[in-house]
RNA sequence: GCCGGGAUGGCGGAACUGGUAGACGCACCGGACUCAAAAUCCGGCGGUGGUGACAUCGUGGGGGUUCGAUUCCCCCUCCCGGCACCA
């Protein structure tokens, strides 16, 4: 074997090997050999050009897992694919004056050989990109679907509108309110749009988040209030308008404070806001006002309360006290009803805005031995669990419980109101006025309205030569798109424009990997594969596209389709991967980002960083900190240019060390360097070992049948030992202990003691044995080395076999035992030395060993001991 | 604003169910090798006091529970992720 480290070569000739053998092809089946099965997935990419370090972090996770369970004897399934269809090729293609099919075939391509240089175990027969029309015809084929179950529906939606290019803008399209690309002003429209009627599925989503053991609980936290069930009341507030009779509808979760009502507010959509607008100038300007600034819900929650009266009354429906209506700007015309009852005294935002306007503060509900005031709101004003209600006639006294009850009551016997379950998941919008993404499958005809394409016409395929400019969608300027006849009466008609949100292509593919090529959605392979045994990706995605997919998983469970209910058994979010930031004011009072690798970084003795500087101009740049890596900071990292320096294992070796997979990742590049030292360590022992120790090896191996000298079983009770916390560890996916794990392997076998009279042939079988594991515990995350080693030092325990496929090591107990250990002996808590005891002494032994100590007599400094505390294994606590 | 998460040496991080805080690595310092440097190898490395054994403080800040708290409870500060048209 070659003396030196050479990554390239090792990486080439594994990869070679795995390519030629056809190893990373999952099988079904009779082929599958009984093996329990594995399906292991992270989030596909979206093809943006190269990879970044977040999907190779993402990715060598996957794969570590995949190798890992593959060892442990699983039938693994590694696919991957692309989530094609999306906005920045649409920005890209206006910029490049490139169509994004091209731009985003070509990423693809690019990418892919990425991928297959970092040496991922991916089968890639079942390659597939959201963007190819054998893919999204099954996104089509649903949709129509879930139209003929009432799942799918049109209704209207509001966007972000820019008035100049005159077209809808993604939030993140839209900067402090205005459009990116012409800086004006935003304003909220509403336009005809399909959804997908998530909230039918809301109890069940939310219910089976307990089923989810193999969750972050985080994220099930998180799912659950998205969803967001809440009990409460909704009730209406009558009045007369017009000589008629209506009723204003609100809803509360805090009904006991419904005597406290002195105002109502409703949202500018509001049909009551419109009414008042009609002969009042002032109020319909501030209604124009409202529909400036974008839909976000963040911008929404941040911004200043404003409101205005409308000057209309409505009644209260338990004191029949007149109340006035306002318009709120913060009163979201999507949540429940539109409109809101305000409480003063009991709800922060009501508070603020009554002081703003004037309107009375009356107190409803009291905690004993705290003083209501009107200068500043207070916690407990809000507090339901603590106060009972005041000048609440006759509620006063009840609690928060009996006061909801006796008030729903009430309310009911009026018929003005119920108890109400409301929900705060909004059903799923999925129409974008944007040209690259799934067509949605419907034609207008001007006799028969909205018709959905006939299953023997899909997929409707998108052209893929539109160039767009940024100025509605291309898709309605192309005439052999749009024109067409009507399915059901023949006459000309009009295909929609508007494509599906991404979201809808990323909420199922992980079902078509299992069955690829079917000529169904998916096909039986599906029900063997799913669900997804290991799902991996970023925590970005804790919400939306899975919650989407959970969603998507049941509509298909309730149409026959597959027998799963939920699509993920276990799942780890990943942390994102963060670089330092450098940067420094321009005259123009801009910011001017420097990358890491054009700044110099001074020093104190202590090695801390005390300044930095510009290579290019010697001049000084401020440390910005810390921040994820992205295009505009110039603080990425290019996954090609480390992998072409250290090779991919450095890469993926670094990656795993670095820091614990949920957690973040600081990009540091002399720790790259230092498990690429690591690495080079490893060959270089290994190349020792297969020169200086191998030849010794005696043809009938007896490691374990007796006992070795000291310092030989001190070494393989430290392997063994350091491999038992490794595998404790490879089960909490903590693989950052388990790189560490592995050097402290190596460090101790590079002290392998020689000479002394220890029989060469006992040394070489013992470290022989030390690196069949070391090797073994690396072939997950340096997968190349480990294959080279594995094979170079004829490490295979059957022939022929590669570390892929080699069995995963376990601890022997008989290497760990030892006849004395060391407790840790504290007094009062303080520790104060350590004692030797016999591994079999009990409790009563401990005691007088460690009250006899020296250490023990000379803290005690003669005082008694009034109780030890004896924690076996570990310490030893007196107490005096 | 709301929901979720985080904070440990100069840095990344470790510490099993409450039991030796700082494993492992990086940086830095000292030594060996070298004409010299790099690489490599050996040693040191939280603060303060002490020649030293040792003492004492120390896990974002404040309080509590406990024989014992990075870990559990309460309050606060700052940072990060999400907020429904970025993916």
Redesign the pocket.
């Known amino acids: 074997m070659q003396p030196q480290y050479q990554p390239s070569a090792v990486e080439q000739a594994a990869q070679a090997w795995w390519t030629e053998h056809r190893s990373f092809l999952a099988r079904e089946g009779a082929e599958a050999k009984g093996r329990p099965k594995y399906y292991c997935l992270s989030m596909f990419p979206?093809p943006s050009g190269k990879l970044h370090m977040g999907h190779v972090r993402n990715y060598t996770i996957g794969d570590v897992l995949t190798r890992y369970h593959r060892m442990r004897g699983h039938n693994v399934m590694q696919p991957m694919g692309w989530?094609a269809?999306?906005?920045?090729a649409e920005n890209a293609a206006m910029q490049n004056q490139v169509p994004p099919a091209k731009w985003t075939y070509d990423n693809i391509s690019y990418m892919k050989r990425q991928l297959q240089s970092l040496g991922l175990a991916i089968d890639w027969s079942r390659e597939l990109a959201t963007c190819q029309p054998d893919y999204y015809r099954w996104n089509q084929w649903l949709f129509l679907r879930m139209l003929e179950k009432g799942i799918a529906y049109k209704k209207t939606?509001v966007?972000?509108w820019d008035p100049v290019d005159q077209t809808?803008?993604?939030?993140?399209?839209v900067i402090d309110g205005r459009g990116w690309r012409t800086g004006a002003v935003v304003e909220k429209r509403e336009?005809p749009?399909y959804y997908f009627g998530i909230t039918q599925y809301a109890d069940e989503l939310l219910s089976a988040l307990d089923t989810l053991s193999g969750w972050p609980?985080?994220v099930r936290?998180?799912q659950a209030?998205?969803i967001?069930k809440s009990h409460g009341v909704r009730f209406a507030f009558p009045y007369e308008l017009d000589a008629k009779a209506g009723q204003l509808w609100v809803y509360t979760t805090r009904a006991d404070t419904i005597m406290g009502v002195t105002f109502c507010a409703v949202a500018a959509e509001h049909p009551l806001a419109a009414r008042a607008a009609r002969d009042n100038p002032a109020l319909a300007a501030f209604i124009d006002e409202c529909r400036h600034g974008s839909?976000?819900?963040?911008d929404m929650?941040?911004m200043e309360k404003k409101g205005m009266p409308t000057g209309l009354f409505v009644t209260h429906p338990l004191t029949g006290a007149r109340v006035e209506v306002w318009v709120g700007n913060y009163v979201l015309m999507t949540y429940g009803d539109g409109a809101v009852m305000g409480v003063p005294a009991h709800d922060e935002r009501d508070f603020a805005f009554a002081k703003k306007y004037g309107i009375d503060i009356r107190q409803v509900v009291s905690v004993a031995g705290k003083d209501f005031s009107l200068d500043a709101w207070q916690e407990w004003y809000a507090d339901k669990e603590k106060g009972s209600c005041v000048n609440s006639g006759r509620y006063d006294g009840l609690g928060y419980l009996q006061a909801v009850d006796a008030i729903a009551a009430d309310l009911k016997a009026k018929g003005l109101g119920d108890k109400q379950v409301q929900w705060?998941?909004?059903d799923?919008?999925v129409?974008?006025?944007?040209y690259w993404g799934c067509p949605i499958p419907i034609i207008h005809c001007p006799a028969c309205g909205d018709v959905p394409v006939p299953d023997d016409q899909l997929p409707v395929v998108l052209p893929e030569d539109c160039v767009p400019d940024g100025s509605g969608n291309p898709l309605a300027r192309r005439s052999d798109f749009v024109d067409c006849n009507c399915p059901k009466c023949g006459a000309a008609a009009k295909r929609e424009t508007d494509t599906m949100?991404?979201?809808v292509d990323?909420s199922w593919y992980y079902a078509r990997f299992a069955s690829p090529g079917a000529s169904t959605m998916v096909d039986e392979r599906a029900a063997y594969w799913m669900p997804v045994d290991q799902y991996i990706g970023?925590?970005?995605?804790?919400?939306?596209?899975l919650l989407y997919s959970r969603f998507w998983t049941k509509v298909m469970r309730d149409l026959g389709l597959v027998s799963y209910d939920e699509p993920f058994a276990n799942l780890l979010t990943q942390g994102?991967v963060l670089n330092h930031i450098f940067t420094r004011r321009t005259d123009k009072g801009g910011i001017q980002y420097f990358a890491p690798d054009e700044v110099e970084l001074a020093?104190d003795?202590?090695?801390?960083?005390i300044g930095a500087k510009s290579v290019a101009d010697g001049q000084p740049v401020n440390y910005d900190g810390i921040?994820?890596m992205s295009k505009s900071k110039r603080n990425g990292v290019d996954p090609q240019s480390l992998i072409e320096a250290y090779g991919a294992d450095t890469a993926r070796f670094y990656m795993m060390?670095?820091?614990?997979p949920e957690?973040?990742?600081?990009w540091?590049d002399?720790?790259v360097?230092?498990?690429y030292?690591?690495l080079?360590?490893v060959w270089v022992f290994g190349h020792r070992f297969a020169t200086e120790m191998k030849p010794h090896l005696p043809s009938v191996r007896t490691l374990g049948a007796g006992a070795l000298p000291p310092e030989l079983a001190a070494l393989r009770r430290e392997v063994h030992l350091v491999l038992k916390q490794a595998n404790?560890?490879f089960g909490k996916f903590?693989f950052?202990?388990v790189?560490?794990a592995a050097?402290?392997m190596l460090?101790a076998i590079?002290?392998v003691p020689a000479g002394g009279g220890l029989a060469p042939g006992m040394v070489a079988e013992v470290v022989e044995e030390a690196l069949s594991i070391l090797v073994r515990l690396l072939s997950p995350i340096t997968p190349h080395l480990a294959h080279g080693l594995w094979t170079e030092l004829g490490l295979a325990l059957e022939a022929g076999q590669a570390v892929l496929d080699a069995p995963w090591p376990e601890p022997v107990e008989s290497a760990l035992v030892q006849d004395e250990i060391?407790l840790?002996l504290?007094v009062?808590?303080?520790?104060?030395?350590?004692v030797r005891v016999p591994a079999s002494a009990d409790k009563a032994a401990i005691e007088q060993l460690a009250l006899a100590s020296e250490a023990a007599v000379r803290?005690m400094d003669g005082k008694a001991a009034k109780?030890v505390?004896v924690?076996p294994g570990?310490?030893v606590?007196i107490?005096a």
């Open positions: 979206y989530d269809f999306g906005l920045p939606q966007v972000n809808v803008l993604a939030n993140e399209q336009i749009g609980e985080r936290t998180m209030n998205w967001g839909v976000m819900e963040a929650a941040t705060r998941l909004r799923w919008g129409s974008r006025q944007r949100d991404t979201f990323s970023g925590i970005e995605h804790a919400i939306l596209h994102m020093l003795a202590a090695g801390k960083v921040g994820t060390f670095a820091s614990p957690q973040t990742l600081e540091s002399s720790s360097e230092g498990a030292r690591f080079r360590r404790f560890d903590q950052n202990t790189a560490s050097m402290k460090n590079e002290k060391e840790v504290q009062n808590g303080k520790l104060r030395g350590s803290a109780r505390v924690v570990r310490l606590n107490v």
